[in-house]
């Protein structure tokens, strides 16, 4: 047996959003010269243009790095940086999986945040070896004490000797690498056993096939050697491996312990799924290493092509972002008013976000979302039950015995002078009390039980512009609650648009109708015609507004000189009119699929 | 038939509202302008000396601002250097606060036999607003200088303020004046123009305001025997504007001086909008084009179609026919089904319905591009 590498060290940073992480990664690279400062740029890590420009990281980003201890040997560094936010807890349990250790980054003016806690807790179940970092101590309201002292007590973990830093001003660095040399334990496995290697993410590049992010657990991988996934019987050959440098580098081979590349010309996107494990060809019956926890989707939208002719390369689009993403989930879709399309399911409100952002962005596609709406449980009087998360697939009203809705437990952390705010917000979006802590004199955590449709709507804008942005929340799904649900539908010159219809709590919908309407009203443009927009539950009228048809759109003036120009806004009037949907009769601004999101206050 | 277009790019004050090649202040150079423009006149004369025009239009800028003997000259190189018809329809355009009696009697003997005066509003506050130079008495001193002949007026809608009341003076002061025709427009704030500030700042009558004060003026119009032969022009029986039927028709022109367009031989050119650049062209020799561009087959379809459905004449089976060789309802098949309720019969064809006319670009727009 050839044990792995010694002078290995797999490791991933856990934190809070705004904590620092992608900083210290950068600061990291800088100091053991991945990169050199001149050609850095801001957070070199987090290469996706949504990411830099939201500040946050979504993809789980490897690259390796060569660092030179104080005890005089080298070390080969594998940092795997991970996302922050609630919504992409799996994406961190993926990385977490292919390290033996994880920086932990606290903020020092902050302290330990909820979200910091689910990840360390993650990392924890995966035995990893935790290595508190205290950041930000450059900064005036710095308490490294008190950050210290909540790291323990809430924690549990040892603080003595952790490095204390200031990525921003690039103090106390060298104490991270040498805390990783020290504490992170080298990688376990055997170079000469049977491969087996965890799929931890993958990309499609055009001329190379499906790159497979890989650990390698046991055994060795070259160029050449035939491989597959445990769950196809496709067989494929090795073209490169390689180590991320952060760019990909390719290298003779990957040995157990080693966090690399694998490009084997694959073109179906399906037959590696993230979460499987590579093994040798030669040796089919090699048992899998342990997978990632299947994730749930919780929030659902349908996402169509804006031009109908374009489904196929929506199709691609996803199944592209799929590879890249695992937890995203589709379905194909078919809407009356919106023609072929897919069901997505999302993690949350703001994985759905960016994924739509991707789609239009790194495939140039424009499509129309429609609301998000979370999973119900329908009852069927003949005593069959069914989960609906399309509102135009709800059962009709006479077969449904009655229906439960999601319900979260929700957990607001905010300066004590917002409470009644939130309390006001809480109460008015159905929610439970069920416990309050003061943290210390500045900070309150709340406790709620919240329907998960309430958050889907509009909750996080209100909570923000409530609290003037000092709340922040988290939530996990807790179980199904029964409700009493109605389906809203909305009409559009007499028409029900299924795209608009949306599932909601019966003391709602009078009040959703409404608010409805009046967004509507204002989005859709006059036309020829007076078009009625009508909120409607169970067949019965429950609101109205009017879209008055158009009075004036004529070019005033058209003689000799004009006629070009006047063509030239015609054309433009026209391409105006391409971004629109025809639902029966009327023209729909592909937007107005998203109003439903909208509250009165945006007015 | 074809007609001529003569621009005069001068003007005493730049209106708020105007984005038209005008150069206030710039008199001093009419003379040297006035020569190039007789040089151009002299060279498209010999490419088009085998087409009859019946109609010119000698527009701006405002031509009346410069020294009529210019205009004078300007129509003698056009009789010299063009074939024009037995009777042709030749128009200028006047400003109220820059005519004599003078000025018209030279016009008539240049062969001038149609005015058309920029009167806009007859509430004298909105005049100074839009930075007109005249008043209403200068349009009354216009006006008699011009009685008993053939002219147009022009008013403007969606003004700062405006009322029904002051569209109703307006269209008063138009008739009594004696004006055979008149054009009603709806201001239209370019960017860049003064006015277009007052628009951002949403201190203008917003559509549905303007197309009360255009069904309004309308009526009033109308019923003092003016009867609308396109969006925004009205005449007495007779005295609709040739020159401007012509565009609508889809017709030939030839546009000149600076930055005037033309049509001809399905090919749509304009020359610069650049005085200097223009002298220059013309003085060595150049024909000053910036801009030429050959209309294709369906584009030309689209565009007779986006011009006849202006007209209370609407589309001409025939001479749809004539043009294309083709049925214009089966051209457009698809766009015809979706818009013939907005249209009706006419003896020739087809056109808008009345009160879809003033909302015709969500109509034209389903006829563009298939």
Request: glycine fraction near 8%; charged fraction near 30%.
């Given at each position: 047996m050839a044990r792995a590498n010694r002078n290995l060290r797999n490791f991933c940073i856990i934190a809070h959003i705004d904590h620092g992480k992608s900083t210290i990664a950068d600061r990291i690279m800088e100091l053991t010269g991945q990169v050199s400062k001149r050609d850095m740029e801001e957070q070199l890590l987090d290469s996706m243009d949504i990411e830099r420009e939201r500040g946050i990281t979504i993809k789980l980003t490897p690259v390796r790095m060569y660092y030179t201890a104080l005890d005089g040997e080298e070390y080969e560094f594998n940092l795997i940086d991970t996302p922050g936010h609630v919504d992409f807890t799996y994406e961190v349990s993926r990385s977490l999986a292919a390290c033996e250790g994880a920086l932990l980054v606290v903020d020092a003016t902050q302290g330990v945040e909820a979200q910091t806690l689910a990840n360390v807790y993650l990392a924890l179940e995966q035995d990893l070896e935790i290595v508190p970092v205290i950041n930000k101590i450059d900064l005036q309201s710095a308490r490294v004490d008190e950050a210290k002292q909540e790291i323990e007590e809430v924690i549990g973990l040892d603080t003595e000797g952790c490095p204390c830093v200031s990525a921003k001003e690039g103090t106390n660095i060298r104490d991270i690498l040498?805390?990783?040399?020290?504490?992170?334990?080298?990688?376990?496995?055997?170079?000469?056993?049977?491969?087996?290697?965890?799929?931890?993410?993958?990309?499609?590049?055009?001329?190379?096939?499906?790159?497979?992010?890989?650990?390698?657990?046991?055994?060795?991988?070259?160029?050449?050697?035939?491989?597959?996934?445990?769950?196809?019987?496709?067989?494929?050959?090795?073209?490169?491996?390689?180590?991320?440098?952060?760019?990909?580098?390719?290298?003779?081979?990957?040995?157990?312990?080693?966090?690399?590349?694998?490009?084997?010309?694959?073109?179906?996107?399906?037959?590696?799924?993230?979460?499987?494990?590579?093994?040798?060809?030669?040796?089919?019956?090699?048992?899998?290493?342990?997978?990632?926890?299947?994730?749930?989707?919780?929030?659902?939208?349908?996402?169509?092509?804006?031009?109908?002719?374009?489904?196929?390369?929506?199709?691609?689009?996803?199944l592209k972002l799929k590879l890249n993403d695992a937890s995203l989930t589709f379905e194909p879709d078919n809407s009356v008013a919106l023609g072929f399309g897919f069901r997505c399911g999302f993690l949350g409100l703001l994985h759905m976000e960016i994924i739509q952002e991707r789609i239009e962005r790194e495939f140039n596609l424009d499509i129309i979302t429609t609301a998000p709406s979370v999973s119900y449980l329908v009852h069927k009087t003949d005593g069959s039950e069914l989960y609906v998360d399309n509102p135009s697939h709800l059962p009709p009203v006479s077969e449904i015995d009655y229906m439960e809705e999601p319900i979260v437990k929700a957990e607001i952390y905010s300066p004590p002078d917002y409470l009644g705010a939130i309390m006001d917000l809480c109460q008015d979006k159905r929610g439970t009390f069920r416990d309050m802590t003061y943290l210390d004199t500045h900070r309150v955590r709340l406790e709620y039980r919240l329907p998960l449709n309430e958050i889907v709507y509009d909750f996080f804008d209100e909570l923000k512009s409530r609290t003037k942005g000092y709340a922040s929340f988290d939530y996990e799904l807790v179980g199904y609650?029964?409700?009493?649900?109605?389906?809203?539908?909305?009409?559009?010159?007499?028409?029900?648009?299924?795209?608009?219809?949306?599932?909601?709590?019966?003391?709602?919908?009078?009040?959703?109708?409404?608010?409805?309407?009046?967004?509507?009203?204002?989005?859709i443009p006059r036309q020829l015609f007076e078009i009625p927009v009508q909120a409607a539950v169970g067949g019965k009228i429950i609101a109205r507004e009017t879209v008055k048809a158009v009075r004036k759109d004529v070019l005033a003036k058209c003689y000799g000189g004009d006629i070009t120009r006047k063509k030239k806004l015609l054309e433009k009037q026209k391409e105006g009119k391409k971004r629109m949907r025809k639902i029966g009769t009327v023209e729909v601004p592909s937007e107005v699929f998203m109003q439903i999101l909208k509250t009165n206050k945006d007015k | 038939m074809p007609g001529i277009y003569l621009h005069i790019p001068f003007c005493r004050h730049k209106c708020t509202y105007c984005d038209f090649t005008s150069f206030p202040n710039r008199l001093q150079y009419a003379e040297a302008y006035m020569a190039c423009l007789y040089k151009e006149i002299?060279?498209?004369?010999?490419e088009l000396s085998d087409v009859t025009f019946d109609t010119v239009y000698i527009g701006g800028g405002t031509p009346s601002v410069i020294d009529p003997n210019y205009i004078y000259g300007a129509m003698n190189q056009i009789t010299k250097c063009f074939h024009l018809s037995r009777d042709p329809e030749v128009t200028i355009e006047m400003n109220p606060g820059t005519v004599s009696e003078k000025k018209i009697a030279v016009y008539q003997r240049a062969g001038i036999n149609r005015f058309s005066v920029g009167l806009q509003t007859a509430i004298d506050s909105q005049l100074a607003e839009l930075g007109r130079i005249h008043m209403l008495q200068d349009y009354m001193y216009c006006a008699s200088l011009l009685k008993g002949k053939n002219f147009s007026a022009d008013i403007m809608l969606g003004l700062k303020g405006q009322t029904q009341e002051d569209v109703r003076r307006t269209v008063e002061v138009v008739a009594l004046s004696g004006a055979k025709h008149v054009s009603m427009y709806a201001l239209t704030p370019e960017d860049g123009t003064p006015i277009y500030t007052d628009y951002l700042n949403g201190e203008l009558p917003d559509g549905d305001e303007v197309r009360a004060l255009y069904d309004y003026g309308r009526e009033l119009l109308e019923a003092r025997g003016y009867l609308r032969y396109e969006v925004s022009n009205f005449a007495q029986k007779g005295f609709e504007s040739r020159h401007n039927l012509n565009y609508w028709r889809r017709g030939e022109y030839?546009?000149?001086?600076?930055?005037?367009?033309?049509?001809?031989?399905?090919?749509?050119?304009?020359?610069?909008?650049?005085?200097?650049?223009?002298?220059?062209?013309?003085?060595?020799?150049?024909?000053?084009?910036?801009?030429?561009?050959?209309?294709?087959?369906?584009?030309?379809?689209?565009?007779?179609?986006?011009?006849?459905?202006?007209?209370?004449?609407?589309?001409?089976?025939?001479?749809?026919?004539?043009?294309?060789?083709?049925?214009?309802?089966?051209?457009?098949?698809?766009?015809?089904?979706?818009?013939?309720?907005?249209?009706?019969?006419?003896?020739?064809?087809?056109?808008?319905?009345?009160?879809?006319?003033?909302?015709?670009?969500?109509?034209?727009?389903?006829?563009?591009?298939?």
């Open positions: 040498e805390a990783v040399v020290h504490r992170v334990p080298p990688p376990e496995g055997d170079t000469d056993a049977r491969l087996r290697a965890l799929i931890f993410d993958s990309y499609y590049d055009n001329y190379k096939g499906v790159i497979l992010f890989v650990r390698i657990k046991d055994g060795t991988v070259r160029v050449g050697d035939k491989i597959r996934g445990s769950l196809s019987d496709r067989v494929y050959e090795v073209t490169e491996v390689g180590a991320f440098a952060p760019h990909l580098q390719p290298k003779e081979q990957l040995a157990a312990g080693e966090v690399g590349y694998i490009a084997a010309s694959i073109k179906s996107i399906e037959d590696v799924a993230v979460g499987d494990t590579v093994i040798s060809a030669a040796h089919p019956e090699t048992p899998p290493l342990p997978g990632y926890k299947k994730v749930q989707p919780v929030v659902f939208c349908g996402i169509y092509p804006l031009d109908g002719s374009k489904f196929l390369d929506l199709k691609e689009a996803i609650e029964k409700s009493k649900l109605v389906r809203l539908d909305i009409l559009l010159n007499g028409e029900i648009c299924d795209a608009l219809s949306v599932i909601v709590h019966e003391e709602r919908a009078y009040a959703r109708g409404r608010t409805l309407c009046e967004n509507l009203k204002d989005a | 002299e060279m498209r004369g010999k030839i546009g000149m001086g600076v930055s005037a367009s033309s049509f001809f031989y399905e090919r749509r050119f304009t020359n610069t909008f650049d005085l200097d650049e223009y002298m220059k062209c013309i003085l060595s020799g150049f024909l000053p084009v910036i801009e030429s561009e050959q209309v294709e087959k369906k584009d030309a379809k689209f565009e007779f179609v986006m011009l006849a459905l202006r007209t209370a004449e609407g589309i001409s089976d025939e001479k749809y026919r004539a043009a294309f060789g083709s049925d214009w309802r089966q051209d457009f098949a698809d766009a015809y089904a979706r818009t013939a309720q907005y249209l009706e019969e006419t003896p020739a064809g087809m056109r808008i319905r009345d009160e879809y006319l003033y909302v015709q670009n969500q109509i034209l727009t389903e006829y563009m591009n298939g």
